[in-house]
């Protein structure tokens, strides 16, 4: 069974609109995290939270807004979506109060016509 | 601030090449360094870690050594094989902090 879901796989959307990527983990972890691949560019990190809280935000553009409604969950809300945002956003999870490897979900590719 | 240097943003090999893919970092205190792959069409996942100087990580025949002398936590494999193509990262945690500093990637490629 998978650990990690992101919904959906697979994201069409216009310029303009704003989406909402899922994921869920399965793992028991309090420390989830948002991380964004543009096509041939490495990994960038996004944000974290840990119990549900904010702790690191790398993202410039307030257009992007993570959401824990609960705390096996960190969707991620987007709006006034652009081109340039076009990527692959994978969600992670970890354990926290020491140094725990970081898993990772199968990632939701978003397309922004 | 703390970070991680891949020198080589791709590499190609053949078939039963010796691979060294080069990592170098900065750090205050003692972190743990990771390697992590990610295949095409899916999320990253741990290779090892190694948490002390000297500690050897190893996995799938693939090995690297915590070096603090020189910063270094370089990835070898003795003999590579078509299925280790892939995007190599290394990372690192910090100590009492559980977020991850990444590297840019290396591209392994295999060529037939």
């Known amino acids: 069974d998978p650990k990690i879901i992101q919904k959906p796989k697979y994201l069409v959307a216009v310029t303009g609109s704003e989406k909402i990527l899922i994921c869920e983990q399965y793992?028991?972890?309090?420390?989830m995290y948002w991380y964004r691949q543009s096509a041939k560019k490495p990994l960038e990190f996004m944000f974290s939270?840990?119990?549900?809280?904010?702790?690191d935000n790398q993202t410039a553009s307030s257009r992007f807004q993570p959401q824990s409604s609960k705390k096996n969950h960190l969707d991620l809300q987007i709006t006034a979506l652009k081109p340039d945002d076009s990527a692959t956003y994978f969600c992670?999870?970890?354990?926290?109060?020491?140094?725990?490897?970081?898993?990772f979900g199968p990632g939701t590719r978003l397309t922004v016509l | 601030g703390d970070s991680v240097t891949q020198t080589e943003g791709q590499v190609a090999l053949s078939e039963e090449d010796f691979l060294t893919i080069h990592c170098n970092y900065s750090?205050?205190?003692?972190?743990?360094l990771f390697w992590y792959v990610q295949y095409p069409g899916e999320g990253p996942q741990l290779l090892f870690r190694?948490?002390?100087d000297k500690e050897k990580g190893s996995s799938r025949g693939f090995e690297a050594t915590y070096d603090k002398g020189t910063t270094s936590f370089h990835l070898r494999k003795a003999s590579v094989q078509e299925s280790d193509s892939a995007v190599y990262y290394c990372?690192?945690?910090?100590?009492?902090?559980?977020?991850?500093?990444w590297g840019s990637g290396t591209k392994l490629i295999i060529k037939p």
């Open positions: 939270y840990s119990y549900q809280k904010l702790m």
């Open positions: 992670a999870s970890s354990g926290t109060g020491g140094v725990y490897e970081q898993y």
């Open positions: 750090a205050s205190g003692y972190p743990t």
């Open positions: 190694a948490s002390r």
């Open positions: 793992l028991g972890h309090n420390a």
């Open positions: 990372a690192l945690s910090a100590d009492s902090n559980y977020q991850l500093i």
